[in-house]
């Protein structure tokens, strides 16, 4: 206990900090051009328990995917199932298909497995990454139990003319070629994005499955992706204006066996387009959004040792339009009707299959003598002609100063079973088109203190949440076929810290700090059949009970550096919590240098991941790399 004695000693006395002020640095003003796109339900979501990436983040991060961008600077748990495998993710002990993954509103969690392969996206084709803690089914629908990670893209009007380019050369033979270009008016907003990566991942690694662990290098881990972002923003006047994007990516893997399987291998071949329009009115009174988003998918799996090569696609279609109606100054309503169509077609249905959902959602925003506001949502959904159960949501937060907030959130959520769940037929596998929704409520406390001085920036977030999910579907043997059931009950408990600090020493040196840590206690309390009762009130597979991370940086003049530390504790791999993976820690160092002449400005960069030769797994049996480096170089004209 004296651990958390400490911790608790620590975040009072930061959240108690005061500093005296002096002139701001021109190091730190920026020319605000930047206009967020009009969505009027994120007005609602907003909690004290959101995270907001740091536009630094993702201009390091900038040639890197989400998997490494999230990882190392949030509170969210990553599984990567090796260099090129699938990489999920875990919200506050929920499974991969627990939480929502939102592109300008649209979720894309997959219509077949209920996931979203963070490894497939890029970050340089986002502009801003909110993170949710939590569960919102109610205003975001199935899926969004953990939480919601948001990724959106940004219009930047009376921008001019700017165009960068940026490559780099790294490890492994990595490569990343990225080219941007927009012009800007008061009116209009048009951006061009293209990018292209590649590595072989050939690295060595201790290869712990042999006698003697002795040093084997991967191979067959290739990947390569290519794709581009087109955006379109227009304001016909000050109260009408529509935006839409584009997204086309293609994706080649090479997915080697793991350290147990000395032969075999396989490919597969990822291309997605996502087309998304959205129509907004801002009034006096009322606000309207109209928006419809169109999302085609192809997998295309080859295993040439049994000779496997199947195909899998999905169409999903999403229609919304949502109105906000402010009765006063203080107190809102919102009203909502969304649809959306799938279509699934794999090599392991017996035919294409067809979901389509209705929902009906509202929600009402009242606000106190500017010292409490409360948010209530509730909505009601239709899945191919049957009724599913309310789900709602309560927030409420209290302002004990301006800048020392309260808040509390109490929600039931749902998920409903993807394709592969319902429609699934293979030799040893059969889906079950009788299951029910996962269902369960969660609830959480947070404090929230941000101080905001001349020469300190700091926000201290601490939320402690709790949650219990039913009815979650595990797919079983019943005799020699595989089929999943509604089984199993997690009940679940934790901690998250979060702490951002900016503190500006003299006119030309800035000092950075931040800090995630989380706390996830996540245990079966009702098991399947077939299962033993030793894994009963244990820890879920791959949930550590801790996880941190946080960043040291300095800015002097054009000059940043920072340290980036992870940790990950202990990992249990088998449901008895028999096993387990050892906890590690990562160090990386990242420096870059911008220099301007004229209208142009470059930034030279430069990375070097795990400065100490850590050895660890993030999944058993697949290997990661040791110490490994990134140079690169961006122009920009403006």
Not at 335 to 361: M, V
Not at 497 to 523: M, P, W
Not at 533 to 555: C, E, H, S, T
Request: aromatic share 14%.
């Amino acid at each position: 206990m004296s651990f958390y004695k400490l911790l608790f000693i620590w975040i009072i006395l930061l959240i108690s900090f005061e500093a005296y002020a002096q002139e701001t640095d021109s190091i730190i003003i920026l020319k605000q051009t930047e206009v967020k796109a009009f969505r009027i339900k994120d007005n609602q979501a907003t909690t004290r328990s959101t995270q907001q990436i740091e536009k630094i983040a993702l201009t390091t991060y900038s040639t890197n995917t989400l998997n490494d961008l999230l990882s190392k600077n949030t509170n969210i748990t990553i599984n990567q199932y090796g260099v090129s495998g699938l990489s999920s993710v875990s919200m506050r002990g929920g499974n991969a298909n627990h939480t929502a993954v939102l592109w300008n509103g649209f979720n894309l969690q997959d219509p077949l497995n209920g996931e979203f392969n963070l490894s497939l996206s890029s970050v340089n084709i986002i502009d801003k990454i909110n993170i949710h803690y939590g569960g919102n089914s109610a205003l975001f629908g199935s899926g969004a139990v953990g939480g919601i990670i948001q990724l959106s893209n940004k219009a930047y009007y009376n921008s001019g003319i700017k165009v960068s380019a940026q490559q780099s050369f790294g490890s492994f033979g990595k490569q990343t070629s990225l080219f941007d270009m927009s012009y800007g008016t008061h009116k209009l907003f048009l951006r061009t994005r293209v990018f292209y990566s590649s590595i072989k991942n050939d690295f060595e690694y201790v290869n712990f499955a042999k006698n003697d662990h002795p040093i084997d290098t991967l191979k067959r881990a290739a990947i390569k992706q290519y794709g581009f972002l087109q955006e379109a923003y227009y304001k016909i006047n000050k109260k009408h204006s529509f935006n839409t994007q584009f997204w086309y990516q293609n994706n080649y893997r090479e997915i080697p066996p793991n350290m147990t399987v000395t032969d075999g291998y396989s490919t597969q071949y990822d291309e997605f387009s996502r087309l998304a329009f959205a129509y907004n009115k801002k009034g006096e009174k009322l606000d309207l959004e109209i928006r419809n988003g169109l999302f085609l998918s192809k997998i295309n799996y080859i295993k040439p040792d049994i000779i496997l090569n199947v195909h899998h696609s999905s169409l999903n279609n999403v229609t919304e339009g949502i109105v906000n109606y402010r009765l006063t100054k203080h107190n809102s309503f919102l009203f909502g009707i969304n649809n959306n169509y799938i279509k699934g077609e794999s090599d392991n249905f017996i035919q294409a299959e067809i979901l389509n959902k209705t929902a009906i959602f509202l929600s009402y925003k009242l606000e106190i003598k500017n010292k409490v506001l409360l948010t209530a949502n509730i909505r009601k959904e239709v899945v191919n002609a049957v009724f599913k159960p309310i789900t709602y949501g309560v927030k409420a937060e209290y302002f004990i100063t301006k800048s020392l907030v309260i808040s509390s959130n109490l929600s039931k959520n749902y998920r409903t079973p993807n394709f592969n769940d319902l429609f699934w037929i293979g030799a040893y596998a059969r889906g079950n088109p009788n299951l029910k929704d996962e269902d369960g409520f969660s609830a959480d406390l947070g404090l929230n203190q941000r101080i905001n001085t001349n020469k300190l920036d700091l926000e201290c977030n601490i939320s402690a949440y709790y949650s219990k999910f039913s009815n979650l579907i595990k797919w079983q043997p019943i005799g020699d076929i595989w089929i999943p059931q509604n089984k199993k009950m997690v009940t679940t408990k934790g901690l998250e810290v979060r702490l951002n600090t900016k503190y500006q020493f003299t006119n030309t040196t800035i000092g950075f700090f931040n800090i995630n840590y989380t706390y996830t206690d996540s245990e079966l309390t009702q098991k399947a059949e077939n299962e033993s009762d030793n894994v009963l009130y244990k820890q879920l597979i791959y949930i550590p009970y801790y996880q941190a991370n946080g960043l040291l940086g300095f800015q002097y003049k054009k000059i940043r550096a920072d340290i980036i530390v992870q940790y990950v504790g202990q990992r249990y791999t088998s449901a008895d919590n028999e096993n387990w993976l050892d906890q590690y820690i990562v160090t990386d160092i990242n420096l870059n240098y911008t220099f301007n002449y004229k209208k142009i400005s470059s930034m030279f960069f430069a990375k070097a991941n795990n400065i100490f030769n850590t050895q660890y797994m993030v999944r058993e049996w697949y290997p990661t790399p040791l110490i490994n480096y990134e140079i690169g170089l961006k122009i920009m004209y403006n």
